[in-house]
């Protein structure tokens, strides 16, 4: 009767007590909730919504399904990072080793991905070695000695929110804003690093396509974020083109390697620069003016290329492709894809290139597919950049050569050519700090 009472309250709009969402929650998770019952919650919420109080009471019960991080053994302050992902979005690692190299320890949980927004993990298993799944004590050894260790998700972090987004999954309530920041928060208090930054997406490639609905969501996990005491910063970024030129596994880990070394410039660099800095910020490294020069700085003499270095041989990654990204493995297949007629790169239907990668190979399609880390798009022309008819737009590069007009097709709704130049695209669209939201 309770549960029926709670779905009657819920479906004309009213709010649920917080005894009402830990009753749901973790009888849900212990089986006692028939999924149609939850299902019919889940519904009820993504139409009537959540108030401020609801949704921290969603992330509360969440979190207390499951384990909760014990970073005690790691020294100084601990920022997490997250990002609500995107096309080519390979951030993770450049800021985690610009962080460790300004003093900062960076213990990083990663996840890996269905579709085509690769995980980060995947990316750095295309490392030959690289290893995400190694014991706590080495976790907690390798951060407080190199100074940053990226690592697969653990099972039991937020088991609730896993059981939920499955069912949210085919019930088209995963656009939900209260049910998106309690999924994600509730992950990222049970990590419990110091203090949170986000990193939310919008734009054509990211999931929140519009502006407002992004800020929105920030908001709202800013809100949780502080009500649990944490500091938290949220940015709301464009992804309304691929961040980089390489979007794939192995080819996003030699463009990674590229931006420690310097050598590459552009919207990656610039985002893993303010990301950096605003991490610093949070670990009371200084103002944010000071910190944006320290990240900088930090890029540009090397120190952080060599915590990269470093994580990925303590993680039992081979070195000398980090050393020489040109010995990575190639694909079999490489196919250019050039222009159609003479313009601008005026836009991209970011996805469509997200989907090409993902057709060749490099992204999953299902949780047991199998990844060919040699796969994936090489941009060979920029947002705004000219071209004339016949130039190289881009490489596709597989060992799957059967996918290869498939992917071609996708890649070429996914670039948007015309005779103008397009408008300038910013990098950050908003900042919210928990302590000013």
Not at 20 to 45: C, H, N, S, W
Not at 291 to 301: F, K, V, Y
Not at 345 to 366: H, I, P, W, Y
């Amino acid at each position: 009767m309770k549960m029926y009472e709670i779905l009657n309250k819920k479906r004309y709009g009213e709010a649920l007590t917080p005894g009402d969402i830990d009753y749901v929650v973790k009888r849900f998770t212990d089986g006692e909730i028939p999924d149609y019952q939850m299902a019919a919650l889940l519904m009820a919420i993504a139409i009537n919504g959540m108030d401020d109080t609801e949704t921290f009471a969603l992330t509360k019960s969440m979190v207390e399904t499951g384990e909760t991080a014990d970073l005690s053994a790691i020294r100084g302050i601990k920022v997490d990072k997250h990002s609500s992902g995107g096309v080519g979005d390979k951030t993770s690692p450049i800021v985690g080793a610009i962080v460790a190299a300004c003093g900062v320890p960076v213990a990083k949980m990663s996840g890996r991905s269905l579709g085509f927004s690769g995980g980060t993990v995947d990316k750095l298993e295309a490392i030959p070695g690289y290893s995400i799944a190694i014991e706590k004590e080495r976790f907690f050894e390798i951060v407080n000695t190199v100074g940053v260790s990226i690592i697969g998700q653990t099972g039991n972090l937020a088991p609730a929110d896993k059981k939920i987004y499955q069912l949210r999954d085919v019930t088209a309530t995963v656009e939900s804003i209260p049910l998106i920041a309690s999924s994600i928060m509730s992950k990222k208090i049970a990590g419990s690093a110091d203090a949170i930054l986000l990193d939310v997406k919008t734009g054509n490639g990211a999931f929140m396509k519009d502006i407002a609905s992004a800020t929105a969501l920030a908001e709202k996990m800013v809100a949780i974020g502080k009500r649990f005491g944490k500091h938290t910063v949220a940015l709301v970024t464009q992804m309304n083109c691929p961040l980089g030129n390489n979007i794939g596994t192995s080819l996003e880990v030699i463009e990674m390697i590229q931006v420690l070394h310097g050598n590459k410039a552009g919207r990656l660099k610039e985002l893993c620069c303010v990301l950096a800095a605003n991490m610093l910020y949070l670990a009371q490294k200084g103002s944010l003016e000071a910190c944006e020069e320290m990240a900088a700085q930090a890029l540009e003499s090397g120190r952080a290329f060599r915590k990269f270095r470093e994580m990925v041989a303590a993680h039992g990654g081979d070195v000398t492709l980090v050393d020489h990204p040109e010995r990575f493995p190639e694909a079999s297949c490489i196919k250019e894809v050039r222009a159609w007629q003479d313009g601008f790169v005026q836009g991209f239907q970011t996805e469509k290139c997200g989907m090409a990668s993902m057709a060749l190979g490099a992204g999953r399609e299902n949780k047991d597919a199998q990844l060919d880390y040699t796969a994936g798009v090489c941009l060979a022309k920029g947002y705004g950049d000219p071209v004339r008819r016949g130039d190289i737009l881009a490489s596709l590069h597989t060992s799957r050569p059967e996918t290869l007009d498939r992917a071609e097709q996708l890649l070429r709704e996914g670039i948007v050519i015309s005779g103008e130049g397009p408008k300038n695209l910013p990098l950050v669209y908003a900042r919210i700090d928990s302590e000013t939201v």
